[in-house]
């Protein structure tokens, strides 16, 4: 799993796997954020999960968020080499910020 | 489109040099950020700013300082900088939407700090 102390995490699959990245964090949130970053660009928001949604989808991709835990999950259903990059997950900590995890570095290879 | 853009893409300073790292969005965000992330790590925020002159420090100030004069702009400057500033800086602008702020963004600027 990633936090902020934590090293990059790094996971590497084969095309079509499933694949599960997890997240927990140390302030009561009810809303994280998960980023994408592709090698050499700025991230990218790819789903938003509410603390009162526990799953949120969006086309292969599902989210899950446990207050209880502080901790969130990202899914990617057969994961294809596109998806390789580096996600974040990131709470919302108050007001306008957030704070990004670690990151998970995902290889994805045919 | 909705863009944010960051000058330059690279720079080189030496150490003691000043730096101006600049960032503009054309979606009228009115928040907007500067982060830095070094490898392996996540992206740390240095500056957040809510409106034209209305800046506030984020988890890593120190040495840095920004202006905004405009709600489409937003600058970072490194007064003297020190090797330790070599980073590769982000800058980002944010819309409330759907209960949380989705943040925009730009393709980064690679310092390095001789």
């Known amino acids: 799993s990633q936090w902020g102390e934590e090293n990059l995490q790094a996971l590497s699959i084969q095309e079509g796997e499933d694949v599960t990245m997890n997240c927990s964090y140390k302030t009561y949130t009810t809303v994280v954020h998960w980023y994408r970053q592709d090698s050499g660009r700025g991230p990218a928001l790819i789903i938003l999960?509410?603390?009162?949604?526990r799953e949120k989808r969006s086309g292969r991709l599902r989210a899950t968020l446990d207050t209880s835990s502080q901790s969130s999950s990202l899914s990617i259903t057969a994961a294809q080499c596109e998806d390789t990059a580096v996600y974040f997950c990131a709470p919302r900590t108050g007001g306008y910020k957030v704070v990004f995890g670690s990151g998970t570095r995902l290889l994805v290879s045919p | 489109d909705m863009k944010v853009t960051q000058m330059p893409r690279y720079l080189i300073k030496r150490m003691g040099e000043n730096v101006l790292l600049e960032c503009g969005q054309d979606m009228s965000h009115e928040t907007m950020y500067w982060y830095r992330q070094d490898p392996g790590l996540g992206l740390q925020l240095i500056y957040i700013?809510?409106?034209?002159?209305s800046n506030s420090e984020g988890d890593i100030p120190k040495g840095y300082r920004v202006s905004r004069k405009k709600r489409e702009h937003f600058s970072l400057i490194l007064d003297s900088a020190k090797t330790n500033q070599t980073s590769v800086y982000f800058c980002a602008s944010s819309l409330w939407g759907t209960g949380g702020y989705e943040q925009y963004f730009g393709p980064g600027t690679r310092l390095t700090v001789l």
């Open positions: 700013s809510y409106d034209v002159d």
């Open positions: 999960i509410r603390s009162n949604e």
